[in-house]
């Protein structure tokens, strides 16, 4: 069956620091991938997404991730964090078969320290 | 355009009263989507519908109801509310087969 693992529960960075956040993924095909960030007290906003092609993908707000098959990894970065990037991050992807379900991780909370 | 709309935004309910939780979108979406959302746990779905006058269990449906009322409203119901319902709840759709889901802003609900 599908699944998606977020091995960082709480990771905190110094604004302007580098981050990324780590997802790994269980399917047979090529998956379909999504990062959404949820800000406090929200719902949910898509980031970014792969389907197929280029395994680096950009998406909203200075962030990227990259498809990586050999490593089953989907991981989200962005080059200099800010202040307002503190919020929960949610990688998930496509459940296959009939429907168009997503299968989503359990979120890794982003705290940035001035 | 307003999306994806959900109310109320907030509820408090005594054990065993009942609610239904209102889900709207304007997008012309096919399918829609309940999630509860706990802490360290992720969003897990209840119920989905891939099309109107379908509904379809997800992974944790026991306790609920919906009815997909017609192709922009999808409604979660609460026969009998228990304190493991304290949740937030939201409400998604995505178009015709499509995996990218839009969410609303969610309803936080307290079972005392």
């Not at chain 2, 192709?71 to 087969?97: D, H, I, M």
Request: proline letters at 4%; aromatic letters at 12%.
């Amino acid at each position: 069956a599908q699944s998606v693992t977020q091995p960082d529960i709480h990771i905190t960075v110094s604004e302007g620091a580098s981050l990324e956040l780590r997802c790994n993924y269980s399917y047979g095909a090529t998956p379909y991938l999504f990062w959404y960030v949820q800000s406090p007290g929200q719902g949910l906003q898509l980031l970014l997404k792969y389907f197929s092609g280029d395994t680096l993908v950009q998406g909203i707000k200075g962030f990227e991730a990259e498809f990586k098959r050999s490593q089953s990894s989907f991981n989200l970065r962005k080059p200099s964090v800010h202040w307002s990037d503190a919020a929960e991050y949610f990688c998930a992807v496509g459940a296959g078969g009939a429907t168009n379900k997503l299968i989503f991780g359990t979120g890794t909370l982003l705290a940035v320290q001035p | 355009n307003a999306g994806v709309t959900q109310t109320p935004k907030f509820q408090v309910l005594k054990t065993g009263q009942s609610m239904t939780l209102q889900c709207a979108q304007d997008m012309n979406h096919n399918s829609m989507y309940w999630y509860r959302q706990d802490p360290g746990m992720g969003l897990r779905l209840i119920y989905y519908s891939a099309s109107e006058g379908t509904t379809d269990k997800g992974e944790v449906p026991n306790g609920y109801n919906v009815s997909r009322l017609n192709k922009r409203e999808f409604s979660l119901r609460l026969e009998s509310a228990a304190p493991s319902q304290t949740s937030v709840y939201f409400c998604a759709s995505s178009g015709y087969r499509s995996y990218e889901q839009y969410f609303g802003p969610g309803t936080r609900l307290t079972v005392t």
